[in-house]
């Protein structure tokens, strides 16, 4: 039987949350988390009827949480600049940006609506559009932006030669590139506001093994039954090998809310392999590291996404 393992919030009262990927798994969990602490949360969802099923559920588990639900595909640019006018028109500063959605591993090659391979464009592109385009709000809240990456980044490249794996598509080499990009974002960022003063820090974390519902059955992703990797994860989970969707969350919590808790630093579960245990800080694992490679990828990625998110 798996442990129970918690993290104690600070207090959020008067600050603006914004978590994407909240309407199930473990962003519900980290937006129930951070309701539950005093913040204003926003969650901006794919799926509007998903989206206001999950924040009623925080009214429940929360009496008086101040949620609402946007809406918002990552895997469309025009979706993006929809709810960045939307949030800059209403003007309220945000305080956090903990961009947790993704997707993973499709069956076969699919692409965004603006042309680009899906995991590249929905778990990078999509959230660095979105997080360029928030920065007139970011910056008077003094954010922090905590990035979710992925026990896939451990190893492997950006595949520079083929961004949007045109050749040789790999399914799982493009995710891992997906979540290797998201790392160097998020340092890439830490430092271009360090050195502009911009007054937002960045860190990343990454929340092991747990079953959520990436690898389950996803017919808009043509995925029609759980794959067996999510049954084995949720037989690991009972055994406490793996974590639970609540202790998969806390990591990403500690980075964006840990008072301690600094820019470009990787926050990840604390045991074994990194798969599953109490939220600590973490190396950064080498796919991370170059700095070059993320200034490279910042570069490229504002010529992809065009000059609707640029700084």
Known sequence: MARTID???????????VVTGASDGIGLVIATRLARAGAEVIMPVRD?????????????????ANVSTRALDLSSLDSVTALVDRLVGEGRPINL????????????????????????????????????GLLPLLRPGRARVTHQTSIAARSGAINWADLNWE???DVRRAYGQSKIAVGLFARELDQRSAAAGWGISSNLSHP???????????PGLGRRRDTGSVRLIRVLSRLGLAGTVESAALPALLAAT?????????????????????PARRDLWPPLRD????????????????????V
């Open 208 to 218: 092991g093994v747990s079953p959520t519902n990436l690898l389950a059955a996803q």
């Open 7 to 17: 993290l104690a919030i600070p207090d959020q009262t008067g600050r603006l949350a």
């Open 167 to 169: 050749r040789d598509y």
């Open 97 to 132: 940006l903990i961009n947790n959605a993704g997707v993973m591993t499709p069956p076969s090659r699919q692409v965004t609506a603006d042309g680009f391979e899906l995991q590249f464009g929905t778990n990078h592109l999509g959230h660095f559009a979105l997080t360029l």
């Open 258 to 278: 840990g008072p301690g808790a600094r820019g470009s630093e990787f926050y990840g579960p604390g045991g074994r392999s990194h798969l599953s245990g109490a």
């Open 48 to 64: 509007a009827a998903k989206g206001e099923r999950a924040a009623g559920r925080i009214r429940e588990l929360v009496p008086g």
């Open 291 to 310: 700095l070059d490679d993320a200034s490279r990828l910042w570069d490229v990625s504002e010529a992809l996404v065009g000059a609707r998110f640029t």
